[in-house]
């Protein structure tokens, strides 16, 4: 049975992947909220393309765009395409090669540099998937993702924990799960290598400082929350937010500075062996 995983996956068979997206809708409004703390990772990983004149580039996973538009500016003579699951992000993209469409049926033949940003989480058994692409990338070509791994943050490890008690389990069922679909950077690491690549892979714990009410339910309501409030009705979102936001009060207390969330991801990046014009 194909289950979509993130940090959370739906129990769902896989050929209804398109209807949990669409159940789980993005906000692009509510992602953009933390606009400069979530882009940071993506330049961090771009830093790293060694890439001088490609031809094709795609980010995959583009989500609303903007950063998309920013490896245009850097290879103003590429074709730079932004593909994304989510077609409401895919609406708000600005004018550009945007289209909507899934990590599983992407086929990376003829591109120069792919890159993928805090996507692959929630993509089902995506090892062979990268597998994939690095065959068919072509000599050359480059290879850049990245993945949040703070599965057993308290962010994380109290939405299960509230999901699992006896108020909410019966109304939740599976929804949250445990993080089968995580790939330790050992793994990320052999796959390139194993695909004839050049790779560098580490880790960074980025700790952003937030400001506002409940910041850290802010933040996770534009990403992991999404499956538990697409379960629910509307009261008994709230209610869960409720008990859930005081949880996270307690872990993530407030400073005289603000509201400090770690936050700990994974970058891969790679160069495919031989010539081509990413070289």
């Not at 940090?7 to 050929?15: A, F, R, V, W």
């Not at 940071?40 to 094709?56: E, K, M, S």
């Not at 290879?143 to 949040?148: C, D």
């Not at 993080?179 to 700790?207: H, K, M």
Request: hydrophobic letters at 45%; charged letters at 25%; proline letters at 6%.
């Amino acid at each position: 049975m194909g289950r979509r995983r993130g940090p959370y996956y739906l129990d769902i068979e896989k050929l209804d992947i398109e209807r949990a997206e669409t159940a789980m809708q993005w906000d692009p409004s509510q992602y953009a909220r933390f606009a400069d703390h979530r882009s940071r990772p993506f330049f961090d990983l771009v830093a790293r393309v060694g890439a001088d004149a490609p031809r094709q580039v795609v980010d995959l996973g583009c989500g609303s765009g903007e950063l998309t538009a920013t490896l245009a500016e850097r290879w103003p003579s590429a074709h730079v395409r932004g593909i994304d699951a989510s077609a409401e992000m895919i609406a708000a993209a600005p004018a550009g090669d945007f289209s909507v469409g899934s990590a599983q049926d992407f086929d990376a033949t003829g591109v120069d540099v792919l890159v993928s940003n805090a996507m692959l989480q929630w993509v089902p058994d995506h090892e062979p998937i990268v597998a994939r692409w690095c065959r068919q990338l072509d000599p050359g070509g480059w290879l850049a993702l990245q993945v949040p791994d703070n599965f057993e943050a308290p962010s994380h490890a109290l939405m299960r924990t509230l999901a699992e008690s006896p108020a909410w389990s019966a109304r939740l069922g599976t929804v949250l799960r445990d993080a089968r679909n995580r790939v330790a950077p050992e793994a990320y690491l052999a796959l390139l290598l194993d695909g004839g690549f050049d790779a560098d892979v580490w880790q960074t714990d980025y700790l952003h400082l937030l400001t506002g009410e409940d910041p850290v339910l802010e933040w996770v309501r534009g990403t992991g929350l999404r499956p538990v409030l697409a379960a629910l009705s509307a009261a008994d979102g709230a209610a869960f937010e409720e008990t859930y936001a005081a949880m996270l009060r307690e872990a993530y207390p407030r400073t005289a500075h603000g509201t400090v969330l770690p936050f700990r991801r994974t970058f891969v990046v790679g160069r495919k062996a031989g010539r081509g014009p990413a070289a």
